[in-house]
Nanobody
């Protein structure tokens, strides 16, 4: 499966962005999906994940209550709605797919497929 992340951009603190991860090659319906981010000079870190069935969702503490992950089976996409953005949310955001699709994966090496990343810059 090939993944394409989009929706990044420049936004002021307190603003919102909606990231989209679009898939081609295979349906995402049975894949566990995750969003990760990597700020300059830092390790890639877990942001959010949703199980293959969509029944289980998990967020990093740093984004809980502000970000929402969802999946649209009809469009073969996964979204990350980001509200109340902070300067510390600035990073390249990556979507990833886990072939097992069961439960929640939070580690980088648990995902087999990655998109190319989309840059989110939160700045006034």
């Amino acid at each position: 499966v090939q993944l394409q992340a989009s929706g990044g951009g420049l936004v002021q603190p307190g603003g919102s962005l909606r990231l989209t991860c679009a898939a081609s090659g295979r349906t995402l319906n049975r894949y566990g999906m995750g969003w990760f981010r990597q700020a300059p000079g830092r390790e890639r870190e877990f942001v959010s994940a949703i199980s293959g069935s969509g029944s289980t969702i998990h967020y990093a503490d740093s984004v809980k209550g502000r970000f929402t992950i969802s999946r649209d089976a009809a469009k073969n996409t996964v979204h990350l709605q980001m509200n109340s953005l902070k300067t510390e949310d600035t990073a390249v955001y990556y979507c990833a797919a886990d072939e097992m699709g069961l439960g929640i994966r939070t580690a980088v090496d648990e995902y087999e497929h990655w998109g190319q990343g989309t840059l989110v810059t939160v700045s006034s």
